[in-house]
């Protein structure tokens, strides 16, 4: 039995120093730590990496704004849905027929809405018509909504699991229309 006392005594040791060691990267504010933050990566040996703490006015245009000691997380760019070609040969029929199953307007989301699929929800936007191409959103459960496009007839776009295809793009009636394929 001490045997066993003894290993999970080092079991929660490690646990313990590991967690410290992830808490003390994690929160740490040291002025040692701050010239390998991401905020001061910019600054060179002769400008100063951080302000000296007391509040005054200071020059924040070497290293951008200051957000007063703390650290901010970086915001990772949500790349956008790759659009698939239309088939080559593929003859777009004319735009504006009301043929798709959903459709979106300038500024609203995909009526009616998409089915849930694994039991999360898909919200499609339309952002922008430009000619025959058009720049959509689309919003998987709780998580930020990515860039499709521009997207045009005949096209398709897989978002997650659910695969849209662009039967009509309609900048008169500002509309884009659209089919769920599988």
Same mark, same amino acid.
């Given at each position: 039995m001490a045997v066993t006392v003894a290993r999970r005594s080092r079991s929660a040791r490690f646990a313990a120093v590991l967690a410290a060691v992830l808490l003390a990267a994690g929160c740490s504010g040291s002025p040692e730590e701050e010239g390998s933050s991401?905020?001061?990566q910019g600054t060179t040996a002769e400008e100063p990496a951080a302000s000296d703490g007391?509040?005054?006015a200071g020059d924040d245009s070497a290293g951008g704004a200051s957000d007063e000691g703390g650290k901010t997380a970086a915001v990772?760019?949500?790349e956008s849905y790759e659009v698939t070609p239309a088939p080559e040969g593929f003859v777009p029929p004319e735009p504006c027929t009301g043929e798709?199953?959903?459709?979106?307007?300038l500024g609203g &989301?995909?009526? +009616?809405?998409?089915?849930?699929r694994g039991g999360e929800s898909l919200t499609v936007s339309l952002e922008s018509i430009e000619g025959d191409s058009a720049q959509l959103m689309a919003q998987v459960g709780d998580s930020p909504a990515? &860039?499709?496009? +521009?997207?045009t007839l005949g096209e398709t776009v897989a978002v997650d699991l659910w695969t849209?295809?662009?039967?009509?793009?309609?900048?008169?009636?500002?509309?884009?229309?659209f089919d769920l394929i599988d």
């Open positions: 991401p905020a001061a007391d509040d005054s990772v760019p949500q798709g199953a959903f459709y979106a307007e &989301e995909a009526n +009616p809405g998409m089915p849930e990515r &860039e499709i496009g +521009p997207i849209l295809s662009v039967t009509s793009v309609c900048a008169d009636s500002e509309q884009v229309e």
